[in-house]
């Protein structure tokens, strides 16, 4: 079955990086994209962008361009994440979810999630 | 940015009833239009795409319909377990996610 196993929890300092990852598994890597969603506690969902396994594509909502790179591993079937200046808003959880294979668009399978607080 | 609304915020509905959510998008989206159940402490679940297909799995009593600006989700008769918190999603233009919909038992 499709599985998406992400990192443990992170606490960063202001100013710091944090690279999360997604290691894939029950499907053929390559062949679906992988998208990166965040929701700050008590709050909505919010698209970070998307990368395509195959070459390493990727695009970025427009809010976190220049802050975010996403990157994959095809040898391991991971995606990482990594978010850089962070602040207090950036305290969130983390999903990465596999495209649909029908529309690529939507995502049919969610890691459990991973949450990184900003705190000084 | 396409800015998709859902309403209402807050649903109550007592238990097998019938539930209607709403969701409007700032500019048209063709079908390109998913629904997504959110429970407590876990990520989303993909229930509807294309804005009427249900995703393996799903019961037959989630539907989806519309097309271009305005979308409905409807459960048909509530179960315990439907108690949760629901986005929209489009993907004709990137993506971007309502504000959800809690539906709660009444």
């Known amino acids: 079955q499709v599985q998406m196993v992400q990192s443990g929890a992170e606490v960063k300092t202001p100013g710091a990086s944090v690279k999360v990852s997604c290691k894939a598994s029950g499907y053929t890597f390559i062949n679906s994209y992988i998208h990166w969603v965040r929701q700050a506690p008590g709050q909505g969902l919010e698209w970070m962008g998307i990368?395509?396994?195959?070459?390493?594509?990727?695009t970025y909502a427009q809010k976190f361009q220049g802050r975010v790179t996403m990157t994959r591993d095809t040898s391991t079937s991971t995606v990482y994440m990594e978010l850089s200046s962070l602040s207090s808003e950036d305290t969130a959880v983390y999903y990465c979810a596999r495209g649909h294979v029908a529309t690529s668009m939507a995502a049919d399978h969610w890691g459990q999630g991973t949450l990184v607080t900003v705190s000084p | 940015e396409i800015v998709m609304t859902q309403s209402p915020a807050t649903l109550s509905v007592s238990p097998g009833e019938r539930a209607t959510l709403s969701c409007r998008a700032s500019q048209s989206v063709n079908s390109n239009l998913a629904w997504y159940q959110q429970k407590p402490g876990q990520g989303p679940r993909l229930l509807i795409y294309g804005a009427s297909t249900r995703a393996t799995g799903i019961p037959a009593r989630f539907s989806g319909s519309g097309s271009g600006t305005d979308f409905t989700l409807t459960i048909s008769s509530l179960q315990s377990e439907d108690f949760a918190v629901y986005y929209c999603?489009?993907?004709?233009?990137?993506?971007?996610f309502g504000g959800g919909t809690k539906v709660e038992i009444k």
């Open positions: 990368i395509h396994p195959s070459g390493g594509s990727t």
């Open positions: 999603q489009q993907y004709n233009n990137w993506l971007t």
